[in-house]
């Protein structure tokens, strides 16, 4: 039996120390290759995954062999460098007034791509996931009586890299101001966020022409090309988001449903068709795949970056990628859903 001594992870270093010379565990720094989290291996083949939050103690059983250097401590290991921080809100807007603030700086990421970063091997692997399409924009909405958030990212669909986000805080426009506040303390208050919600929110139709300013920028859409996306398709987890959620804001913000919103890929059918099994939703499918939660689940923009860390993994493991389900052009309510095997 030996005891490891000191088996800790923080956010802004590991350090492993054993008493043996050599352990049975191996530190495995770069297997959750799309998060700053660590893996550690343990006899026999275990995986413990720990947040930058968490720290352990853990006895080892195992092929120790004494050896002179049994209680000599090797220096420690150090492993994570970076120190993960929560996201600028404002600035995920383009809103931020505090770009030269150090302390501003040194509190808040201000780079949504950096808990998005893929390696270079796994580039190369997968250039053939998603033929037909250029860019994959993961969206993924927040509110159950009207929309009060409306975050994508968007990454390459070959290469899988980053490429750019859009976020908005979203106004209803059928509730009173006392309703809205009540709201948003309910829901944003406990994250801390229901400030920058305030300073920020703008109702859904203006939100929809700054999206299609941004989509435009991209090349992904043009008005006069019929209004779909070019090359790109939606990816959320599950169907309610382009389902129910878009068409019942549309109706509440009195404008017409945008063409683009009308297919989208369920992240959560692919999934269950490609691994067999039936991940219920963001946090089951992480779990099955062994991804650790960043953020804050149900902050919308943390959420689409999770989603989008699932997505990432699944191409990397080769899972391929299509139009899940597709609204008929004969009536909003209509909706085919493609793949057989779907969660319902
Ligand atoms: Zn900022």
Redesign the pocket.
């Known amino acids: 039996m030996v005891t490891a001594t000191k088996l800790l992870c923080s956010c802004f270093s590991a350090t492993v120390r054993f008493r043996s010379s050599s352990p049975t565990i191996t530190v495995l720094s770069s297997i959750d290759r799309f998060s700053s989290h660590i893996l550690f291996q343990s006899s026999p083949l275990r995986l413990h995954q720990l947040t930058h939050t968490e720290s352990l103690s853990i006895s080892v059983s195992g092929s120790s062999s004494p050896s002179p250097m049994t209680d000599c401590l090797p220096p420690p290991m150090k492993i994570l460098e970076s120190k993960w921080r929560p996201m600028?809100l404002?600035?995920t807007q383009g809103k931020?007034t505090?770009?030269d603030n150090a302390e501003?700086l040194a509190k808040?990421n201000?780079d949504i791509s950096k808990d998005l970063e893929v390696s270079g091997d796994t580039v190369l692997q997968n250039q053939c996931s998603s033929p037909d399409l250029d860019r994959l924009l993961v969206l993924d909405l927040e509110g159950k009586v009207e929309i009060l958030e409306f975050p994508v990212c968007m990454i390459d669909a070959k290469t899988m890299t980053f490429i750019d986000s859009f976020h908005r805080f979203v106004r209803p426009v059928r509730m009173s101001e006392r309703r809205v506040n009540e709201y948003i303390n309910g829901k944003y208050g406990k994250l801390g966020i229901d400030r920058v919600w305030h300073d920020t929110a703008i109702p859904f139709k203006e939100v929809i022409c700054e999206f299609e300013t941004w989509l435009a920028s991209h090349n992904l859409w043009n008005e006069k090309d019929g209004g779909t996306l070019n090359q790109a398709a939606f990816v959320t987890c599950g169907n309610w988001d382009l389902k129910t959620k878009v068409p019942q804001q549309c109706k509440d913000s009195c404008i017409k449903s945008p063409p683009y919103f009308s297919e989208w890929i369920n992240l959560k059918d692919v999934f269950v068709n490609f691994y067999k099994i039936r991940a219920r939703g963001m946090r089951s499918m992480m779990t099955e795949l062994g991804i650790s939660l960043l953020g804050s689940h149900h902050l919308g923009i943390d959420d689409s970056k999770n989603i989008t860390r699932v997505l990432q993994r699944m191409i990397a493991d080769g899972s391929p990628l299509q139009i899940t389900a597709r609204r008929s052009s004969s009536g909003l309510d209509n909706v085919e859903f493609l793949l057989e095997n779907r969660i319902k």
Request: hydrophobic residues 35%; contains cysteine; neutral net charge.
């Open positions: 600028c404002y600035h931020c505090m770009i501003h808040f201000h």
